[in-house]
């Protein structure tokens, strides 16, 4: 099985979340039987792609799942899941290793009969993305340019009449990161789609009829993520690191799965999804999430607040059965001081078919995006120069009520 869905992993994260049982686990039951025939997913061998895979071959009536995905090593993993499923899958699997907004993607999507329902979990998701000017310009590529040109294939070429789904994130409510803010423009991007002509790339087809997105909390041990570092650190006899003053909300990988799959399948046209969780009760701390894991694998936590005794001490600390975990401050750029999924100009109602989601209305008029998105094509081609301050105005264009954090300091400079 992919990392994030090992049995251990689902356990640590019922500790840290304080649910054993799904928090949409009702919901999903309810959900209208059938689903989608013909599924496309977009970075589907991730850490949530391969959790809404496996998702949906539990639920819907799928015969042909394909995925696209340029990690060939998830890839290799999400078949071998598949393969290895209680249930076997009898459909049709097909497996490229392609990049969503390449044109190998497009031409493989022309040889393939229309797919009823497209989801994208495609996406620079960390926020030490914007670490300088490069990699800053390629996060907006992937999340926006590129996005626009796999929408617009998906029009001309006739796939998503049954919907598409894109993933978003809590950061895009009220961003003060620059991916952040990229993927609240993603959200517009799409619905940008949902109305005739096109944005940026030419396309000859209809607006896509159905398209909903999610904002939702961190997913334990996702690929990437401060608890899957916890997970790399002791494979490699390192130090854990955790900000002790941050609490975010968790969602274990079958959660994420579940929740993927309602929005995509059971909601809308033109909504956000968000989960709804209480923040009294249900924000976990990084120290306390470090807590759990060591506690899986019969240790201890150690408490550092100078890095190098935290990496002197891993040998001596785990004979006695503990662990050293860094204690850290959040002092770098993009970093949220809360977490919340609703920005000040957005209202959350009751999703129509699920108590445990809510939904944000898309706004009825998408400000120009063409203007952005013909700066990134530019500096992508090199056209013209560019700097993180640049990319930031034309964000901010687009969503006023951003405040990008700047701090000098990014999550490299960190153990």
């Known amino acids: 099985m992919p990392l994030c869905l090992t049995p251990r992993i689902e356990r640590i994260a019922q500790t840290v979340t304080g649910r054993s049982t799904s928090l949409f686990a009702e919901d999903i039951a309810r959900a209208p039987a ?28 799928v015969d042909t799942l394909a995925v696209l995905d340029p990690n060939e090593n998830n890839l290799a993993e999400l078949i071998r899941s598949i393969r290895n499923r209680l249930r076997p899958f009898t459909g049709t699997v097909l497996i490229e290793p392609l990049d969503y907004g390449s044109p190998l993607a497009a031409q493989f999507l022309a040889t393939q009969k229309p797919f009823d329902t497209v989801l994208s979990f495609a996406a620079l998701k960390h926020v030490r993305s914007e670490r300088d000017a490069f990699s800053t310009l390629r996060m907006l590529e992937v999340n926006l340019l590129l996005a626009d040109r796999f929408l617009a294939t998906l029009r001309t070429q006739g796939h998503g009449s049954n919907g598409v789904f894109f993933v978003s994130t809590d950061k895009a409510a009220n961003p003060v990161s620059l991916m952040g803010a990229s ?31 999610a904002r939702f909390a961190n997913v334990a041990f996702s690929d990437g993520s401060l608890p899957w570092s916890f997970l790399q650190r002791l494979e490699k006899g390192q130090p854990l690191a955790a900000p002790g003053d941050i609490r975010r909300y968790l969602i274990s990988p079958v959660e994420a799965g579940q929740l993927c799959t309602l929005a995509a399948c059971a909601t809308n046209h033109r909504s956000v999804v968000i989960p709804r969780l209480d923040p009294s009760a249900d924000l976990v701390s990084f120290t306390d999430i470090a807590a759990a894991t060591l506690d899986a694998f019969g240790l201890e936590p150690a408490w550092y607040e100078d890095p190098a005794e935290a990496l002197v001490n891993v040998t001596s600390d785990r004979a006695r059965g503990k662990y050293p975990v860094l204690i850290t401050k959040s002092d770098t750029s993009g970093e949220k001081d809360i977490e919340e999924f609703v920005a000040q100009d957005e209202q959350a109602i009751d999703h129509p078919m699920a108590k445990q989601l809510q939904t944000i209305a898309a706004p009825t008029h998408a400000p120009e995006l063409s203007v952005v998105l013909d700066l990134i094509f530019k500096s992508v081609n090199g056209v013209q120069t560019y700097d993180k301050e640049v990319f930031s105005n034309a964000l901010q264009s687009l969503i006023p009520a951003m405040v990008h954090r700047e701090t000098g300091m990014s999550l490299d400079g960190k153990i």
Do not use: C, F, N
């Not at 997913?41 to 949906?56: H, K, N, Y």
């Open 34 to 61: 059938g689903g989608p025939r013909r599924v496309l997913l977009i970075g589907g061998a991730g850490s949530i792609g391969s959790a809404t895979a496996m998702q949906l071959l539990d639920w819907a009536q």
């Open 183 to 213: 993927k609240r423009v993603m959200e517009l991007l799409l619905w940008a789609h949902t109305k005739p002509g096109s944005v940026y790339t030419p396309t000859t087809g209809a607006p896509l009829p159905l398209v909903t997105t």
